[in-house]
């Protein structure tokens, strides 16, 4: 839901956002005559692992790695 707030800079040209916290980043837009905030979402731990979950399984699928030859490899890691 958008929300519309009224904001006015004071006299050094800054503005104070509410709900705004140290070292937030944010995307800034902007046209003629409008400015257009939107905060950088940092993707979880886990959003992270899922991706690089996904992307490996892809990797593996298209150099027809098989479940066996991974096995194999973990062994051969867990040796030494």
Do not use: H
């Amino acid at each position: 839901m958008a929300v519309i707030k009224f904001l006015k800079a004071d006299k050094k040209g800054k503005v104070e956002i509410t709900g705004v916290k140290p070292l937030d980043e944010f995307y800034l837009l902007t046209g003629k005559d409008y400015l257009l905030l939107k905060k950088i979402k940092e993707p979880t731990p886990l959003e992270r692992f899922e991706k690089l979950a996904v992307e490996v399984q892809n990797r593996f699928k298209e150099e027809k790695i098989k479940k066996s030859e991974i096995a194999k490899a973990i062994k051969w890691a867990r040796r030494k």
